[in-house]
């Protein structure tokens, strides 16, 4: 997590010299993907590169924020307009986000413990529970 600022700077410049095929999420084996949220403050498109949990044709993602404090800039743009896109090597893919509470909440977040350990250290750095969100393909255009 200290090193947190140093990847995130790299993983910019490998998206932008490869064309978003690259990540270093995805060169650590694991899946990635590039999430554009529209701001809630600015209205203009905002993206960022984040690990993801492949799951029935959906992408779920932990807010995480390197076991920041608080949670990061994306998961506040989601609750303001869930409608977003994310982009799988380059390709882009409309969907809705939706967050998840209680107990379905819970049984995601074993599942993603299973998947990526590491969260419990996030979690317990952050001091807070880290909010997830299910991320689910739609058809139309927005």
């Known amino acids: 997590m200290r090193t947190a600022r140093f990847v995130v700077w790299a993983d910019k410049k490998l ?9 270093l999420v995805a060169l650590a084996g694991l899946p990635s993907l590039r999430l554009t949220t529209t701001g809630r403050k600015s209205g203009l498109p905002r993206s960022t590169n984040l690990l993801y949990y492949p799951r029935e044709g959906d992408f779920v993602l932990t807010a995480s924020n390197w076991g920041r404090p608080h949670d ?25 986000a939706r967050e998840l509470r209680g107990e379905e909440y819970e049984r995601m977040w074993d599942e993603l413990l299973a998947f990526w350990p590491g969260y419990a250290m996030e979690r317990r750095e952050a001091a807070r529970p880290l909010p997830v969100f299910v991320l689910t393909r739609v058809a139309e255009k927005f």
């Open 72 to 96: 990061p800039a994306w998961a506040l743009n989601l609750r303001a307009n869930p409608r977003c896109e994310v982009a799988l090597a380059g390709r882009p893919v409309d969907v809705l």
């Open 15 to 23: 998206h932008k010299a490869f064309g978003g095929r690259v990540s």
